[in-house]
């Protein structure tokens, strides 16, 4: 069996979630001695950092990618489908199947595709009725169906009736062995020392793109009460400043009377990132469902089991597939998206009770190492690899 995987974001070093997602499929259907092929987008970054293709990851030039992705694939596609007899496509998003899907009935292949989030959420406000048939035609001719959460997977199949295949909801993977707690006090303090943190403040961390789906707002407003229980907390925010979010955030900061107590960090490697999980005391992510410029909804972001591969307590919100990374109660608290009296109540409970936190870390790493880890998600994709379709 050859796999032909399609994203156009690849490798992880450069880009998120989705290229994460790609690089473990790869790796672990490569492990197990089945042939695969990556097909990918060349952009100016690969340039510069001298990224080349290999035998089986083929960098792609294409002058307007977003556009034409399928007719710059097509002649690489045509050479595998006419050389090997058991072919299938693994498609990081529909999109990448524009077109292509229609060469199933001539060649006889399989077709796998995953959602991550925003390739289904952004069709549901505004809807437009054209494209909402072509991707309904696409998902006609898959196979396999394979969301990131079961939310997704629900939300899919309401809007696309042509989803009749089976489900397997991969989830994402975390490599529990580079995110993982920070035991030594020592250390942790000097961590905060190296990104010019009060060693001694209780810290809440959110990590995401600086946009209005991450729910910052929601954090800070709970802030402005939780500062009067505990004056010494600061909320560190992750994300490359972005308009228009980031003078809501600014504003909100500044009428609260919180500069002093907010910080936004510029993001950091996915090798860097467990120092900045590792010396904080909750992570938190208030995402909520923004309509504007157009619907969006998260799926499961990678994030929350990376915060808690690092023993750290999490608050989500109820908005998409992030409950699932969580078990309430347990790992962390899951608080319906806008209620900030509850939002208060739990972060202030993590923040005064130490050992409820650490309790909720350890068992939060636990869920991660069972159901989040790469081994867990190896467990998946060879479901995957020997699936009986």
């Known amino acids: 069996m050859l796999y032909i995987l399609l994203t156009s974001e690849y490798p992880p070093e450069m880009y998120g979630g989705i290229a994460h997602w790609a690089k473990n499929l790869f790796d672990t259907l490569i492990h197990s001695n089945h042939q695969v092929i990556v097909l990918t987008h060349r952009n100016r970054k690969h340039s510069k950092l001298k990224v080349t293709s290999t035998d089986n990851v083929r960098y792609i030039k294409g002058h307007d990618w977003q556009k034409f992705h399928w007719l710059y694939r097509i002649p690489y596609l045509l050479k595998f489908l006419l050389t090997h007899k058991n072919v299938t496509l693994i498609a990081a998003t529909w999109d990448e199947l524009q077109i292509l899907h229609k060469l199933k009935p001539f060649f006889g292949f399989k077709i796998y595709c995953s959602s991550h989030g925003t390739d289904i959420t952004k069709h549901v406000f505004p809807r437009k009725e ?7 035609t696409i998902f006609g001719s898959i196979d396999l169906f394979m969301p990131v959460s079961q939310s997704l997977d629900r939300l899919a199949r309401s809007m696309y009736p042509n989803i009749l295949c089976k489900s397997i909801v991969l989830g994402c993977n975390v490599n529990t062995e580079r995110f993982h707690p920070e035991m030594d006090t020592s250390k942790k303090s000097a961590l905060r020392k190296q990104f010019n943190i009060d ?32 004056p010494n907390v600061l909320y560190m925010i992750v994300a490359k400043p972005q308009a228009p979010e980031q003078q809501r955030i600014q504003y909100l900061v500044k009428e609260l009377g919180l500069e002093d107590h907010v910080v936004i960090q510029n993001p950091v490697s996915n090798d860097e990132l467990p120092k900045l999980l590792q010396m904080a005391d909750v992570f938190a992510l208030t995402s909520e469902p923004v309509y504007y410029p157009h619907y969006q909804e998260e799926g499961l972001p990678r994030v929350i089991p990376e915060a808690s591969a690092c023993g750290l307590p999490v608050i989500v919100s109820t908005t ?7 078990i309430d109660k347990e790992t962390g608290f899951i608080v319906r ?18 050992n409820l936190a650490s309790e909720m870390g350890r068992k939060g790493r636990e869920h991660v190492i069972k159901n989040f880890s790469d081994h867990s998600m190896t467990e998946k994709i060879f479901s995957i690899a020997n699936a009986q379709l």
Do not use: W, Y
């Open 130 to 136: 054209k494209t909402l048939r072509k991707i309904n």
């Open 337 to 354: 998206h806008g209620d900030q009296e509850t939002l208060k109540k739990r972060m202030i409970t993590l923040l005064n009770d130490e």
């Open 199 to 230: 060693p001694s403040c209780s810290l809440i961390i959110t990590v995401g793109r600086m946009m209005a789906v991450k729910g910052f707002r929601q954090v800070i407003m709970a802030l402005h009460e939780i500062r009067k229980t505990i």
């Open 320 to 326: 998409g597939g992030l409950r699932e990374a969580v």
